[in-house]
């Protein structure tokens, strides 16, 4: 039973009785891989995470964190699991050192056990010069690695990223997902992630699921999603200039080509199976005397994803909820 | 045995940051020393008055008063920490590791003890420059001291629930102000009961700070201490604290609630 590190069943979450924060998640996570939780601002996923994590019941349906049920056994469930939440939780009055030696006492570690962990992840996070600064003095992407290298002190089985890289400076994105790919691919840790970066999704998440309104609406592989679409974007260079007429026309009698475009000697199509579609293309093309020198096929991104199974873009949906909050 | 090692911890967090800005502890006795400079020069004459008790002077007379309220202030105050905490995810980050929830009220009330201790004794270095004289002895001392630590693990407890339901800086002051003065007036903190309006002098006897101040002062100023009115009032202050813990506890739940 213990392959899932992560089960939920039907999770509801009701603030009052107008705020319907969750209507009925289900989802689960296997040992030792990356999840992700995709959505806008306001869908269910900060929720969704404090339900996992104990800090908040839910109204109706169950889950369990490494076999333990969240609700009924709420105390082995916060043995097993780190949380990095949205912002830093570390006291910016205390030094890094004293911010890990406090969380590892929070869970009962002491001693020189406790010590040589500190050591060992103040180097892992490049703080190990800066262990004994107070955190007030820390840059973002240093308060944010001490925030993470809390969460790790007490070498949680299952990790819960909110959001992990909002609010940071995109050079310090990149550096973020470099240590969270670390983490995954390291000890056999599972982790949860939350985010509404489509592209942190794409590059972190072995698996995610897209809330949207409290709800699943996608779930599965990024790859997977995106090739449910059905449309690759098609990119042929031309070996010199044609007109559009002369390059639809040659194209004309191959099957499942759609939005043919030319641009600057580049033909832009959509085709719904693009490694299919490209030696038909190409012969088409010879056929009619046009020479290709270059052919990309690219994948649908995740805002495509969403945009098929939410209705709206994601950029829209946030922008919804803003004006919710607001009204 | 963990709460205690949970409290321990936890206040040490606390207690780190007093030691790191000493000079918080200077910026709460400014008010305790214009207590004693101030009201202590102003109405020396009260001394004179009929009623007021034989062989204390003014000065003596006000600094278990000084004390208890010290206490009591800086205590009321300590819900800001909890708000701030709060605000900042730190109460969170407790909530879902496995600590004993009640050690995240518990560590502040301990620090907030300690903290209390340093100021009692400071204000009683004060009053001995500026010369009185304690009767009561170290014993007396002491006494005074645990009595000021009660109070301030009331009130630091009711700040702290407080700030668990209401988690409104704004909110929070308001509401402490609003009971701060009235608790410090309606007790005998600058003159003795019997020359208070009846009114006043009734109404002190339900007030928690009135009876750290009678108890304290009891021990500090009497040469023989009333060791009955010290028990029973104590043992009130320790219902008015068990009370204020199980009041925090009961805000703590329901903040969990609304998470």
Known sequence: MAERAIEANELSKRYGDDVQALD????????????????????????TV????????????????????????????????????????????????????LQGQLYRMGGRDLEDRIDSLLDSFSLAADGDRIVRGFSGGMERRLTIAMALVHRPKVLFLDEPTTGLDPEVRAEMWEEISELASGEGMTILLTTHYLEEADMLAGNLAIVDQGRIV?????????????????????????????????????????????????????????????????SALDAAGIAADTVTISRPSLDDVYLKYAGRTMEQAEKNQNEEVAA | MN?????????????????????????????PIIWLVLFGGLFTNMEKTPGWPAGVTFHEFIIPGVIVMTAFFSAGWGGMAMIDDLNRGIIDRFLVSPVT?????????????????????????????????????????????????????????FSNGLALIIRKEESLIAMMQFLLLPLTFVAAAFIPL?????????????????????????????????????????????????????????AFSSYQRTV
């Open chain 1, 24 to 47: 009925g998640i289900s989802f689960s996570v296997e040992q030792g891989t990356v999840f992700g939780l995709l959505g806008p601002n306001g869908a269910g996923k900060s929720t």
């Open chain 1, 50 to 101: 404090k339900i996992l994590t104990t800090l908040s019941h839910p109204t109706a349906g169950s889950a369990s964190v490494m076999g333990f049920d969240v609700t009924s056994q709420a105390a082995e469930v916060r043995k097993q699991i780190g949380v990095v939440a949205q912002s830093s939780t570390a006291d910016r009055e205390a030094t890094a050192r004293e911010n890990l030696r």
């Open chain 1, 218 to 282: 996608a779930e599965g592989t990024p790859d997977a999603l995106k090739k449910e679409l059905k449309g690759d974007a098609i990119q042929v260079g031309l070996g010199d200039s044609r007109d559009q007429a002369e390059v639809t026309a040659a194209l004309g009698a191959v099957d499942g080509l759609s939005e043919i475009i030319i641009h600057e000697r580049v033909l832009h199509a959509r085709a719904e199976d693009g490694a299919r579609s490209v030696p038909t293309i190409l």
């Open chain 2, 3 to 31: 709460l205690f090692n949970d409290t321990w911890h936890m206040a040490q967090r606390h207690i780190r940051a007093l030691i790191r800005q000493p000079w918080w502890i200077a910026v709460t006795l400014v008010q």
């Open chain 2, 101 to 157: 929830r009640s050690s995240i009220t518990t560590g502040r009330l301990l620090s907030g003890f300690i903290t209390i201790a340093i100021q009692s004794l400071i204000v009683l270095a004060l009053g001995w420059i500026m010369g009185a004289d304690y009767p009561g002895g170290p014993l007396g001392m002491l006494v005074l001291i645990l009595i000021a630590g009660v109070v301030g693990f009331g009130f630091g407890a």
């Open chain 2, 194 to 250: 019997a020359l208070a309006p009846n009114w006043i002098e009734a109404a002190a006897k339900f007030n928690p700070v009135n009876w750290a101040i009678e108890a304290g002062r009891s021990a500090l100023l009497d040469g023989s201490p009333d060791w009955g009115l010290i028990a029973t009032r104590t043992g009130l202050l320790l219902v008015f604290g068990a009370l204020m813990a199980a009041f925090a506890t009961r």
